[in-house]
């Protein structure tokens, strides 16, 4: 009989989605293992998880600071403890239907509110089920803290100190990374890269991502790259916001270096192989997959935070630049492509990060609590 894992993330095609599919991967090692990845908040509420999809980076465009009150304030998250646990109720009945059906040997959550709501029903129905939480930032938010969690999965020391400073456990704690898709720890060679795509082999290359839900100002970014007085070209990854891809399609021809504007693909990996620098917002997802290919950030736009921290961590340990304001892009980003060993030096920093393999481990790990 099969051991069988449940996933629970929220939101499509989400870096949480992404740390989900990873572990799954990382799961056809074992042959006696079936995997089954849910949005948790679509499954339960389908209509309610489609506004939520929708509305939620309208909110973060709008009103960016709510995140940061949210998400990154101990002292809220202890004022609301007992009205979350009326919320979590509302969701049991939608669980219990999910564990009947299923029948997993293990839930894993690689985002805080299915763990949320998955701990607070195992301490109330008494179900021993092993629960993992996938911890896919670089530093930890109070939400994570539970104590039906019996292992957690994380990518820093800091962050580990900090579950610790708050109660949980230390041998319930594994430093392991934030899973990223194995294909990621496979390189190609640059310059053919660069020639498959239909690019110029021997030139500086940025790849600009974190458009596809209109967080970051591609076309805006454009235009300022356009003063840029060195020669490079661009890698436009505007993921499925056909909007922007038609919009950047529109412009294109009018910039005065080459591009290359892409939809959706499976190929950020061979992407990141092609380029020197990436114009990105500091997902944990997105920044460990560049951290596994030496790719150098520049970071714009990050939402308060979460993405802030992860900023704050990879700027600290010499893997990125943040650009406070976009006007200071070009400028930026001219004094790098003039000096190439500063770029080389911030990719040796991001490679030291690397957690490649953090799949593989975390599915050893998870593996543990299943046998």
């Not at 690019?199 to 970051?216: C, N, Q």
């Not at 910039?255 to 959706?264: A, E």
Request: net charge positive.
């Amino acid at each position: 009989m099969p051991r069988k894992i449940l996933f629970l993330y929220t939101s499509k095609d989400s870096g949480h989605h992404r740390a989900a599919q990873a572990l799954q991967s990382a799961f056809k090692l074992y042959s006696d293992v079936e995997t089954l990845a849910l949005d948790s908040i679509q499954c339960a509420y389908p209509k309610m998880g489609t506004r939520v999809f929708d509305w939620y980076p309208k909110l973060i465009r709008k009103i960016p600071h709510i995140w940061r009150v949210l998400y990154d304030n101990q002292n809220l998250a202890d004022a609301t403890k007992e009205i979350r646990k009326l919320i979590n109720r509302l969701y049991f009945a939608r669980t219990e239907t999910i564990l009947e059906e299923h029948n997993p040997n293990a839930i894993v959550c690689t985002q805080a509110a299915p763990c949320h709501v998955v701990s607070a029903y195992k301490r109330e129905k008494g179900n021993g089920l092993p629960l993992v939480a996938v911890i896919t930032d670089y530093l930890v938010h109070p939400y994570w803290l539970h104590d039906q969690v019996d292992l957690y999965i994380v990518p820093t020391d800091e962050a580990k100190e900090t579950l610790v400073e708050r109660g949980i456990p230390g041998e319930k704690i594994k430093e392991i990374g934030i899973p990223i898709d194995p294909k990621f720890m496979n390189s190609c060679d640059k310059f053919n890269t660069r020639v498959e795509l239909g690019l110029v082999p021997d030139m500086a290359t940025l790849l600009i991502t974190g458009g596809s839900r209109g967080m970051i100002p591609v076309k805006r970014i454009l235009g300022l790259l356009s003063l840029i007085d060195a020669p490079f070209q661009a890698i436009i990854a505007t993921g499925r916001n056909s909007k922007l891809l038609l919009s950047v399609k529109k412009v294109e021809r009018k910039l005065p270096f080459i591009t290359k504007v892409l939809s959706y693909t499976e190929n950020m990996d061979g992407l990141m192989d092609a380029s020197d620098l990436i114009i990105t917002k500091p997902g944990g997802l997105t920044s460990s997959e560049a951290l596994a290919k030496g790719l150098p950030l520049i970071i714009v736009k990050p939402i308060p935070g979460q993405e802030e921290r992860n900023g704050r961590y990879l700027i600290d340990q010499g893997a990125a630049l943040r650009v406070e304001y976009l006007r200071d892009l070009p400028g930026v980003i001219e004094q790098l492509l003039l000096c190439p060993l500063k770029i080389g030096e911030m990719s040796r920093k991001a490679k030291s990060l690397a957690r490649p393999k953090a799949a593989q481990e975390s599915a050893r790990a998870i593996m543990e609590l299943v046998e």
